[in-house]
């Protein structure tokens, strides 16, 4: 995977994360577990790859 997919990836969890908190006003910690989840998934993580690095 090369240095722009994973900028791109972390872009788009901070995108994500800001929708969560701002729009749909979901409490910090919450929003911040399913942007790192997705930011996870996009880069093609094992399911217990993200959970032992969350």
């Known amino acids: 995977m090369n240095d722009f997919t994973l900028l791109?990836?972390?872009?788009?969890?901070?995108?994500i994360l800001l929708v969560l908190v701002i729009y749909f006003?979901?409490?910090a910690f919450i929003?911040?577990?399913i942007a790192s989840i997705s930011v996870?998934?996009?880069v093609?993580?094992?399911g217990m790859q993200i959970?032992?690095?969350i």
């Not at 990836?9 to 995108?15: D, Q, T």
Request: overall charge positive; cysteine-free; glycine content about 8%.
């Open 8 to 15: 791109l990836s972390v872009i788009i969890g901070i995108a």
């Open 40 to 42: 996870g998934l996009i």
């Open 51 to 53: 959970i032992q690095v």
């Open 31 to 33: 929003s911040l577990l």
């Open 44 to 46: 093609k993580l094992d």
């Open 25 to 27: 006003k979901i409490q």
